[in-house]
Nanobody, 126 residues
């Protein structure tokens, strides 16, 4: 397993941008599919985005497609989530996760991930 720590959350006005980072420990980071999930108060944790081990394949929830961009730097053991055109409904705790699976359907499920970070709060004001 890898240990994950997110950063970059904060308070932003609607239409603004934030860039989240997730730093991973361990020498096997490059072998993991990395994902971002989010959880708003009173709601279940939902898939946001994922990136394959080599950064070639990316996946997005329909709600963020065209606004968010996921990327990774294996040399720095870090995965990023660039969030543009933020909306109040994007307000949530954003959590980074690591998965051994590379299946494009499976990695959209929480069950595919076995390492999770503590999360970072993103608040978008209207």
């Amino acid at each position: 397993q890898v240990q994950l720590v997110e950063s970059g959350g904060g308070l932003v006005q609607a239409g603004g941008s934030l860039r989240l980072s997730c730093a991973a420990s361990g020498r096997t980071f490059s072998s993991y599919t990395m994902g971002w999930f989010r959880q708003a108060p009173g709601k279940e944790r939902e898939f946001v985005s994922a990136v394959s081990w080599n950064g070639v394949n990316t996946y997005y929830a329909d709600s963020v497609k065209g606004r968010f961009t996921i990327s990774r730097d294996n040399a720095k053991n870090t995965v990023y989530l660039q969030m543009n055109s933020l909306k109040p409904e994007d307000t949530a705790v954003y959590v980074c996760a690591a998965s051994r699976s590379g299946h494009p359907i499976t990695i959209m499920s929480r069950a595919a991930y076995n390492s999770w970070g503590p999360g970072t709060q993103v608040t978008v004001s209207s």
